[in-house]
């Protein structure tokens, strides 16, 4: 299949593209139950001739050309966020969540990757297996997919998946060899103390002073206890307590996450937040319990199936198109549970600077964050084309 031209049917296609991603992005729902989402993308598959069924939350289609026994899995998220959305954009969502992620774009990108591979069917050398995943961002959605047998029936051996970059040069492939992306687990404290009135603090003992803390020594584990060369962050992004200013509540709450790139760091910083937090509620006549919501692990690619695509991008868009990272980054994808069973190639592709229009380049999960359209043929494009070749190189 000559890429290049497999590139110019995806620009002639671009109106669909964004009209897809459109209709997603006005409609934004939020975790592993996405109806509205998920019967979009059903019926869309419908009308290009595939037989989607439901699984694990997602949507799932196959499509074979020569029956070859090879097999190569494409895979988008398509949930959003609980962020109320703030562009000014035509299309822009009102239901208080936000595509501030760009997984509309991927679903967007991936039904265009599937108009592209069905009109190309004979020509394929063997099965793309298309997945439509849920809960990207709660970190559930991929360890639902595998659960249920995403990897089953027809059986793949390999896998790819693209995500959209705000702040990188619109249309520019970032490809990363080896561990790409830090793991994360999510967890939830609980400060328990005894409420009280505030005129009379001394009744009743303060759980937002005991977080406080904790919040503050919590810092310890990242500057004191780990090598300087070992990245690792704790980020807590939530802190709650109580209703009423004259009130000393009964109870505390603070969320955050842990980043690194090995298991056992996360499992040690993990380890250390229930003691300090155990340790610091009790100093100050409280308790402390520490949950682990979700996770995911650090993101590992294939190096062979990476260059590989790599070199796809290439041929579709040039070699200045493609920039190789000589290292990753510290944010998480729950992709990474698909590269602990099969080999993947998990690729970044630029979604507009500030340079380039003033409205790009605002942070990912920003509530101004807005991506550039037109690069939303290059991922369809890039994505099929990429499973073509690998099929083909496969004989």
Known sequence: MNGKTLLAEAIEMKDEIVENRRAIHRAPEVGAHLPQTVQFVEEKLRLLGYEPRELGGGVVAE???????????????????????????????????????GHDMHAAMLLGAARLLKAHQSELKGTVKLVFQPDEEGFTGAKAMLKAGVLEAPEPQAAM???????TPSGLVLCGKGTFMAGCTLFHITVKGVGCHGAMPETG????????????????????????????IVTMGKFSAGHAPNIIPQEAVIEGTIRTFDRDVTAL?????????????????????????????????DEALTEQMARCAEMLFGEKSVYRLREGGMGSEDFASYTYELPCAYLLLGAGTAQEDARYGKPMHNE????????????SALLAYGAMQWLEDRQ
Do not use: W
């Open 368 to 379: 101004s964050v807005v991506f550039n359209e037109n690069i939303l043929p290059r991922g």
């Open 161 to 167: 998946a693209l995500h959209v970059n705000s702040g």
């Open 269 to 301: 910083i993990l380890r250390r937040i229930g003691e300090i937090a155990d340790a610091t509620a009790r100093a100050f006549r409280g308790s402390a319990s520490v949950e682990e919501l979700a996770s995911a692990p650090p993101l590992k690619n």
């Open 205 to 232: 003992v303060d759980p937002i002073n005991i977080a406080a803390h904790i919040y503050l020594a919590l810092q310890e584990i990242t500057a004191r206890e780990l090598p300087a060369k070992t990245p690792a």
């Open 63 to 101: 499509l074979t050309g020569e029956d070859m026994g090879r097999c190569i899995l494409l895979r988008a998220d398509m949930d959003a966020l609980k962020v109320k959305e703030k562009t000014d954009l035509p299309f822009r969502s009102e239901n208080g969540s936000m595509h501030a992620c």
